[in-house]
């Protein structure tokens, strides 16, 4: 049954359909224009810009943690630095308790003194065996003059037998006090050919026994290797501690980097060089620091981690993998805005110049401290102190053997 209000009466026209709205039709055609308008501008960007750049908020900064561990046994008697301080390198952050090691120096101080005036002995003893040789020469020699007078004149029986017997014998006594006295000196000789007081074997290795005895004792004193900030202190006055006890870190700021963990699939372009924008949650997007990659990870953290996943146990799912990228920072940004270890960072890598290399250009970095040079200097210093307390009025050079073995004495000075 149709509706009355709609029916037409017998015979009469149909009603037209209604016209489109033209505002609604130039509004969708506008919407569709800007549409357009947003895909080839976001197009031109993806190609002419946005390409070019990988980006990630998964980066920390990271630094070294430089420990200090004790090198000998002992107790603290004193602790210099404490959490959130800073240190200068060499300045002395624990100190041991000195007092055993102190004893064992001076025992060896000791025994190097008395070495090196045995030793001193040795070489004197040369000129003394020398004089004995001498001596002994003269004593063959007036032993053989009386035997060969007696022989001389024993035909006429001025000589009796048994005088000429005594004589023969003193000959041979001679002779055998000469041999013995030879002896002595080439022995003699044979510890101190070559060789000089300083340098003796015996005195070297007294030496060592002192540098190793000093060398404990200094290391009662933990100086800091690096200039930092404190962290982590854990050790108190009073605790007995063993070489290798953690007692406190050193976190040199000057130093950090960021460890940002990019996807697998940004990774491709990626080279060591690369410019790097980073912004620090800690300062805002107003400060932005530059950096460069420095290094790429040797494998991502899940295969490093301390139970690395096996996918092999028929209950797989794929997870899209990160890999460490290392960007080192700009020094004089990181002083004017110091960062922390751990702090979260956005960064920005720049990938358009992919001239560098991934594993092959990675700069090596080396690390080292020399306040622990200055212990051996002491020691050195220590050695030739007493050395020189110990030679008397004689000098290293005046006791010297000549290649004959003879002390070389000294050359009178000229006027």
């Known amino acids: 049954m149709s509706d009355p209000r709609t029916a037409s009466p017998a015979g009469a026209p149909a009603t037209a359909a209604p016209k489109t709205n033209p505002k609604r039709k130039a509004m969708m055609t506008l919407l569709t224009i800007v549409i357009l308008i947003a895909a080839v501008a976001y197009a031109f960007y993806y190609f002419l810009f946005a390409r070019f750049y990988e980006s990630t908020d998964d980066a920390y900064v990271n630094g070294n943690v430089v420990q200090i561990t004790p090198q000998v046994l002992g107790t603290v008697i004193a602790v210099n630095a404490d959490d959130t301080q800073t240190v200068k390198a060499g300045d002395p952050l624990v100190v041991l308790d ?49 035997l060969r007078r007696r022989m001389t004149v024993a035909q006429t029986g001025a000589v009796s037998g048994e005088e000429i017997a005594h004589a023969q014998d003193a000959v041979k006594n001679a002779v055998a006090a000469l041999e013995a006295s030879q002896q002595q000196l080439a022995s003699n000789r044979a510890l101190t050919e070559n060789t000089s007081i300083a340098r003796h074997p015996n005195v070297l290795a007294a030496a060592a026994k002192v540098r190793d005895a000093y060398l404990n004792f ?61 912004t620090a949650d800690v300062y805002g997007s107003s400060v932005i620091f530059h950096g460069k990659i420095a290094g790429f990870s040797a494998g991502t953290g899940s295969a490093f981690s301390l139970l690395p996943a096996q996918n092999a146990t028929g209950n797989w799912i794929k997870v899209v993998q990160r890999l460490p990228v290392r960007i080192a920072l700009d020094p004089q940004e990181l002083e004017k805005h110091p960062l922390r270890i751990g702090l979260s960072i ?28 200055k212990y051996g200097d002491q020691a050195d210093a220590e050695i030739a102190r007493i050395i020189a307390a110990n030679l008397g009025e004689q000098n290293d050079a005046t006791l010297t053997p000549s290649r004959s073995g003879r002390v070389r004495k000294p050359a009178p000075k000229l006027m």
């Open 346 to 373: 956005n960064a920005e890598v720049n990938v358009r110049n992919d001239s560098g290399g991934q594993l092959q250009a990675a700069p090596n970095t080396v690390y080292q401290t020399n306040v622990f040079e």
């Open 218 to 278: 200094a290391r009662n004193t933990l100086p800091a290797p690096v200039s930092g900030y404190v962290a982590k202190r854990a050790v108190q006055v009073g605790q007995r501690v063993s070489p290798g006890t953690p007692l406190m870190a050193i976190v040199p700021l000057n130093g950090v980097w960021v460890d940002a963990n990019f996807k697998e699939v940004q990774l491709k372009h990626m080279h060591v060089g690369q410019a790097v924008e980073l």
């Open 98 to 146: 000195p007092a055993d090691s102190k004893v064992s120096l001076e025992q060896a101080e000791a025994n190097l003194a008395q070495t090196v005036r045995q030793v001193r002995t040795l070489f004197v003893n040369n000129n003394t065996y020398e004089a004995d040789v001498a001596q002994r020469q003269t004593q063959l020699s007036q032993a053989q003059d009386d």
